[in-house]
């Protein structure tokens, strides 16, 4: 099982050498890895958490293709602006590389 966390930083950002990334919300990412492994410890399943950063969906689908993962589940998206635009979950159903599984 793998757990990714993909910050969109804010335009103007730069990565250095992929080492650093000015912007990245490292607190959070690390907050979130705690937490994973916590609640996966507890279950028994072994969990490698991803950290990334740039275009959710651009990381995911990438992260996803380079571990060669059998399904994605991803959380619904709560702005209303995706209503319109599409959310994640809606572009990666409709990518259609994956199984989504979609939790509220």
């Not at 250095?16 to 990412?29: H, K, L, N, S, T």
């Not at 690390?30 to 490698?48: D, H, K, M, N, S």
């Amino acid at each position: 099982m793998t757990a990714v966390f993909v910050a969109r930083l804010p335009v103007g950002s730069a990565a250095d050498g992929g080492a650093a990334v000015e912007g990245f919300p490292w607190e959070a990412a690390e907050e979130a890895r705690r937490g994973v492994e916590e609640v996966f410890q507890e279950l028994g399943v072994p969990i490698t958490f991803v950290a990334a950063s740039g275009d959710p969906f651009t990381e995911l689908c990438r992260i996803a293709e380079d571990i060669r993962t059998d399904a994605v589940v991803v959380g619904a998206s709560a702005h209303a602006g995706h209503r319109l635009v599409g959310s994640l979950a809606v572009r990666l159903v409709k990518a259609g590389r994956w199984p989504v599984t979609v939790v509220p």
